[in-house]
Each structure stands twice: as C-alpha cells, then as structure tokens.
C-alpha cells in the first residue's frame, strides 16, 4: 500500500535577482510501509531539498504530495509540525545531536512532543533504544566523548524512538569512514525491519544505495530510477571492504 | 497538562545545560530583585525607627493635647488638673495622661542636682512606646506605695549606681522636705548625659515638690483614633471654656503620623521606582544575552523542529527558558534580602532602639518575584521571536 506519494512535485525559489531558480523538477515517487528505497545524486542535485519535502519540513511550489492517501498541501503549519513528528524520523550527515545532552536526554528529546505517556516514559523509551543500538553502556555519555559510529547510533536511536512510519536519512554514513558506514547502515536496516519502518536513504555512495529495495538518481532536480547495473553488489562492497 | 510539563521540561534542560550563561546574564535582575526587595524592607523598618523614636517624643498617632493658661493669673494646678480629668472621664478616653514638667533636687551620693522631671499616668509610656534597659514603667499599683517610684534615664541612674531589681537603688528627692523614691526601672536610650526621671503624677502631688520655673500648667495627652481628633478637640476645649473661664484653651494633634504617611509614601514610590529602573536595566542583559545565544542555538531549534515542534512550541519554550531563569533569580534574590534584611543588628548600627521589629514586607517580595518573572517574559519575547523566524531547513544545515 502506497503510503508516499509525490506526483508532478516541483520546488523552486525566487533569486535576488528576480530570476526563478528549479530545484526540483516534475518528481513523481511512491513509496509502501516497511519498503527502503534510496535516491543518489551528486552535491546541488536537490537531494536534500527532496527529503525536506518529504519530511514535511518544507513545500512543494508545484505537484500533489500525498502521505497516506491525504493531501498534505492544505495543512496548517501547527498540523505539519504535528504530523511530521508523529510519522517522520531523521538522520542527519552530521548526526546534530543536542550538544552537552547525555545519549539518553538525545534520544529522550523527540518524545517531549509527543503526548501522554511517551512523555513521562521518555527516560525508559531512550535507554531502550540505546540498548537496541548497542549503546547499552553510554547511556549517560555526552555526545563530544563518543566516537562518530557511535555519534550516529544515537542519532538513529532518536530518530527511531518515536516509532515513525518513515525514517528519512540524508547522507546517514557522509561523515563516516566506510567500515563505520557499513556497520552502522546494518544496524540502520536492522532497525527499519524491526520496526516495519519506511526507510528513505539519500546518499551519494552507490554502495549505499544499493542496500535500498529501489534506487532513484536525481540529476539537475530531475528523478530518474536507476538500474541494477549500476549499483555494485553489497557482497561485493562489503567483501572489499 | 502533559505538554506543559513537557515544555517545561525543556527549558529547564535548557537553563540547566547553559547554567554559567544564565547565571552571568542573571546577576543584572538578581542584584535589582535584590536591592528593590531589601530596600523595600529597609525603608519600612527605617519608617518604623522614625515612627518609633517620634512616638517617644511626640506621642502615638494620634496624640492630642490639650492646654489651658489663665490669661491674668498663675496657673492654678489643682483647679486645671480637675478640669482636665473631668474631659477624660466625660468622654471616656482610655487612654491619656497628665503630663507636668518640673526640676527637682535629686541628692545623689556626694553631689545634689537639679534633674528634669516629668510626672505623667501610667498610660503615658504606652502612648509614647517608652522601652525599658532595666527594670519596669510604672503600674497602677505603684500609686499606693510609700515612696515614689521612678523610672530613669541612664545618666540618672549612672549617678545612683548599679540598678538591682531585688534591691532597687533609692535617691532622696527635695530640699526643704525630702522624700526617699526608689528607682523601679530604667528607660532603654541615650539621654545624652542629661539626668531625667519619670514618676507618677499621684505620686508627684503627694511627695514632691519640684519647681516649676517655666509656669508650665498641666497638659493633658490623649491618644485617640485619627479621625476623631477634630471631634474630640473640639469637645474638650468646648467643655474647657465652661469650666475653665478666664483660660486661653490650645487643643492639637503632636504627633508626626501624618508626616511619616508622606515620608512614607516617598519612599515607596521612590524606592519602588528605582527598582524597576535597575530591573529594566537588568532585562535588557538577559534580552542581549538571550538573542546571542538564540543565534547559537539556531541547529538545535531546527533539529526540535524536526522532532515536530510547532512555532508555537518553539516560541512558549524560549520564553520559558528566559521566564523560568529571571523567576529562579527573582525568588533567589528575595531569598538573600529576607536573610540580610532580618539579620542586620539594627540596633547596634543606628544605635536607636526598636521595639517593634516589621516583619519582610511580603507585598515587597511578591512584586520582586512578579517583576522578575514580567521582565523574563518581555526579554524572552524578542530571541523567541527570532528562532521561531528562523527557517528549519536553514537551521538544521546552518
């Protein structure tokens, strides 16, 4: 079942110039619950832009964005917030954990917009996910005294810690040597799985990529789906490495 | 219920992870919060000193007193002191007092002195506050005893010795005919080295005989309510005129309440004003502080909004943070001014004594801690402003 949908999404901005600038051109994307699919594409090519709008973090200036069969264009800014917290989950290349806040109070923070429950049992929910994520025994360390694997386990726990419909990572292993990359994208697809999670992976690594169940390439902000023959085989990749 | 627990939660974790930029951005309300208050609670036992030390002079609000001078004659004490009762007892003035100076001769041990002396009712050293060092004023029964009794200052009783309450010290009073008084109590003060002794005016009539060089007649002293001094004024000096004819009749109010009410009310407006000056002037710390490290925290927001926190959210919890800390400051500050304010030996400081010590002025304290709560709130307005302004995708790359 289709869960997202993007049909003719276009994004553009209005230059100082006056000129109009198209970041994003014609995307039309689906993607089902639990399904991963990967978009590839060099730095400028609107990746980023891409997974914004999907995220509900920013608007489409053309097309029809449809999340569970509902438009999104009409919601309210307080309904986007909202829905964006309760069904989207991110990673970031540079993890962006809360600096000087433990792991736990990192993996916590998400849940203090959530409501009921998940509040009060915020502290019990981090450390759950931290021991899901192998950080069992850092609990209570600061992100400056943790290496970057580690760093962006944290950040997966947090992005998980909501139990989001969708996990959007933008460039998850951008900033880790390939090893880490590698390990710490097993324990990202492990955790999807578990969680029957829709996992959204921009990157520009092809290794990446080809963990994903379909791969799309933008290229100048057009979305174009990329074959097999271009992607290396993940035994492959992770043999060399 | 939830979601404010949640944003509080929020800020605190922000105020506690950012505690030395809070607290330096703090010192400004604080030490306003803290001078405003302890002024506050000064300024009102300062008005209580002066209240105090003017109701021993003057009397307590509202003291009238009521005169009576023949015009061709020596004044007739007995005739007066008889007139003067007689208002007292018409009117039903509970408390009042017959008040006459003289000079008698205190013979102390190796020297005789003239000393200033005042004979007044029992009831006169609770209208004047009088607080005792030693020993006690005078009661009702004291009319009945043998010898006078005195109450005396400290260079009176410096001159009779030591006082001892199981063996209360004795001076003989008069020239010609002498009477042996006993000192009962000693009043709490400086008397500036000037002998001065109290007794009682039954007492007075009986035993001693002062000089009254200065033809001062009886003076009557009631205190009454303040609204009622015109009304009882104008009744005594109505009755007076009856019964004293051939009398110049002065009646008016001797005491400084009035006064004070003004000193009063300089002081808090003043003091008041001052503070939320200095307040003012601390919230544009915090505001300058605040915007700074809003521009800091600009990932962060971004990062919260990607968790799904709504502009609102974004905005309540800036200026929670901003509320929560001038709040802690506010409460902090009235904290110390309560412990300095009641602890100061004023006493020894201004070497006046004070009777009734005021408790912490309680309105000062809850203004403090509103004004510091009031001036979070506008200097959190501006940084909340600016992060909820802040685009989230811009933010989360910044």
Known sequence: MTFISLAGIGRSVRLPDGSQLDILTDINLEAERGEHIAVVGRSGSGKSTLLNLIGLLDSPTAGVYELDGRATDALSARARARLRGATFGFVFQQFNLLPRRSATENVAAPLLYASGRQVWGRRAAAREMLDRVGLGERLDYLPERLSGGEQQRVAIARSMVRNPTVLLADEPTGALDVDTGSTVMDMLQEVVHQFGTTLVTITHDLSVAARADRQFRLDHGVLSGLSAADLPSVTAQRSAS | ?398
């Open chain 2, 1 to 398: 219920m939830t979601t404010l627990v949640a944003i509080l939660a929020e800020a605190w974790s922000e105020i506690r992870v950012h505690k030395l930029r809070v607290i330096l951005s703090l010192v400004g309300v604080f030490l306003a919060v803290f001078g405003m208050t302890s002024i506050a609670a000064a300024g009102d036992i300062g008005r209580q000193l002066v209240a105090e030390s003017s109701e021993r002079s003057g009397g307590r609000p509202a003291t009238v007193t009521v005169q009576a001078y023949p015009l061709f004659t020596s004044p007739d004490t007995e005739l007066i002191s008889t007139a003067l009762r007689d208002v007292v007892e018409r009117y039903d003035i509970r408390w009042s007092s017959l008040v006459v100076d003289q000079q008698i001769v205190a013979n102390f041990p190796g020297q005789s002195e003239y000393v200033q002396a005042r004979s007044v009712d029992a009831a006169y050293g609770t209208m004047h506050r009088l607080l005792m060092e030693q020993g006690r004023w005078f009661a009702p029964g004291d009319v009945d005893r043998y010898a006078p009794a005195l109450v005396v200052s400290p260079s009176f009783l410096a001159r009779v010795g030591g006082f001892d309450p199981n063996d209360p010290p004795t001076v003989r009073l008069g020239g010609e005919s002498p009477v042996m008084a006993t000192v009962i109590g000693v009043l709490k003060g400086d008397d500036f080295g000037a002998p001065f002794a109290y007794l009682l005016n039954d007492a007075a009539s009986r035993w001693v005989s002062g000089d009254n060089p200065y033809g001062q007649p009886p003076m009557l002293e009631m205190w009454v309510p303040p609204e009622q001094v015109e009304q009882v004024s104008a009744a005594a000096t109505g009755d007076l005129r009856r019964t004293l004819p051939g009398h110049d009749l002065y009646a008016s109010r001797v005491d400084t309440g009035d006064q004070l009410a003004q000193l009063d009310l300089v002081l808090n407006y003043g003091v008041r004003g001052i503070g939320y000056f200095a307040l003012l002037l601390g919230g544009v710390g915090v505001l300058n502080v605040g915007l700074v490290v809003v521009r800091q925290r600009i990932r962060e927001i971004g990062v919260r909004r990607s968790f799904g926190a709504t502009s609102g959210r974004v905005f309540i919890t800036i200026l929670l943070e901003s509320v929560c800390a001038t709040a802690v400051a506010g409460a902090l500050a009235i904290g110390c001014a309560v412990a300095l304010v009641l602890n100061l030996p004023y006493e020894q400081i201004l070497s006046v004594p004070i009777e009734d010590l005021p408790p912490f002025p309680l309105q000062a304290a809850v203004e403090g801690f509103l004004a510091a709560t009031a001036v979070g709130a506008l200097a959190g307005i501006v940084p909340a402003i600016v992060a909820v302004r802040a685009k989230v995708i811009d933010a989360i790359r910044y």
